[in-house]
């Protein structure tokens, strides 16, 4: 029997990171349950009391850089508020029995990724998306050479409250830190591993069997199939530079990954060109989640290799992707408890749902 014909129960082991297991019970779906409500769209395209429109710069604090310029901005950046994390921080590192503390330097910036108050990704222009990205580029480069102190820079949107969004216009977030955070460490650590088994990039290696791995596994003693996997089932979207993968552990029941099909450890090395075909697969993929679960509440960030004397050596083994989030549950006790995810919808019915989207009338 195939996994189309029966409910699945089953942990899958995350490739890159082995300890970030996903437990899918599809059975676990038919329970009731608390979803998180469609995030109510505000499609004004001006909202006179919001700091970020045109025409409220002065509600915000001063352009750090504005694209195209900052009298006529089409994307602005500046810094956060609220940040969590700044340069006003002198505090010393630390240390005292077995607890420790870094100093809470770095840096935390607000980009303004459109005019339009209400604007959604998958409604952005292609040009206009590629422009945001080459912003995060602009904005982490310049941030690392600000300071010897900064290990990471990461680029993240929120939208929607569940997803940590607490200003309705479109936006993304730039936060430097003092410390490379453990997911992208382990994320590094556990692709240099494979690289220096295999010799080969595991991302590289996931990306091919996606485009080219089919297998059919039959019960021994029954005969009967198991499992089958078809040639581009966890393939959302593809162009000439870069794929869309449903991941196979996904954490979250509709979870998208997007990696370049050429191998590049480090974002701030994507070409313009190649942000231009960036912005063609997000803009259709989010385009796709839209039809499927419409108006979802999300997290997307960008894990790039990190940049210091200690990585120097991790660029053939790592592979920048940006990470999609939908946010369609509440993590329970059980999640919180064991760090183990329930993903209730199998990935495989979640790309084929995906994947099966119409964008002719759409895009």
Request: glycine share 4%; charged share 25%; hydrophobic share 35%.
């Amino acid at each position: 029997m195939s996994h189309e014909d029966k409910s699945i129960r089953e942990i899958r082991i995350d490739p890159i990171v082995p300890c970030n297991s996903v437990l899918v019970a599809t059975a676990r779906g038919m329970r009731p349950r608390k979803q998180e409500d469609p995030a109510p769209r505000d499609t004004r395209k001006h909202v006179e009391t919001c700091p970020f429109c045109r025409g409220n710069e002065d509600k915000t604090p001063p352009t750090i850089t504005a694209y195209p310029d900052e009298n006529n901005w089409n994307i602005r950046v500046v810094e956060n508020l609220y940040p969590v994390l700044g340069e006003d921080n002198t505090q010393d590192n630390l240390t005292f029995g077995l607890q420790q503390t870094i100093e809470g330097y770095g840096r935390h910036e607000v980009i303004i990724d459109h005019p339009s108050h209400g604007i959604a990704i998958h409604e952005m222009d292609i040009d206009h998306l590629a422009m945001v990205f080459k912003s995060y580029q602009d904005r982490m480069s310049d941030l690392y050479n600000s300071d010897p102190r900064l290990k990471y820079v990461l680029a993240f949107k929120n939208f929607g409250p569940a997803a940590g969004a607490s200003i309705p216009h479109t936006h993304s977030q730039i936060i430097a830190m003092p410390v490379v955070p453990e997911n992208l460490y382990n994320e590094v650590h556990n692709s240099s591993k494979y690289y220096k088994k295999h010799h080969r990039c595991i991302f590289c290696s996931l990306i091919d069997e996606a485009l080219t791995y089919e297998a059919t596994i039959y019960d021994r003693e029954s005969g009967e199939v198991r499992r089958k996997i078809n040639v581009g089932q966890y393939v959302i979207e593809k162009n000439k530079y870069f794929v869309a993968i449903k991941p196979f552990a996904s954490r979250y029941e509709w979870e998208i990954h997007i990696l370049p099909l050429n191998h590049e450890a480090d974002y701030m090395r994507a070409p313009e060109n190649e942000l231009q075909a960036f912005a063609e697969v997000l803009k259709k993929s989010m385009a796709r989640l839209e039809q499927v679960i419409g108006g979802a509440q999300y997290n997307y960030f960008l894990h790039s290799i990190p940049h210091g004397s200690d990585y120097n050596d991790c660029s053939p083994s790592y592979h920048w992707h940006l990470e999609i989030c939908p946010r369609t549950s509440i993590p329970s006790g059980f999640e919180l408890g064991s760090g183990l995810f329930v993903n209730t919808i199998s990935p495989e019915d979640a790309a084929e749902k995906l994947r099966s989207v119409d964008l002719s009338d759409i895009l």
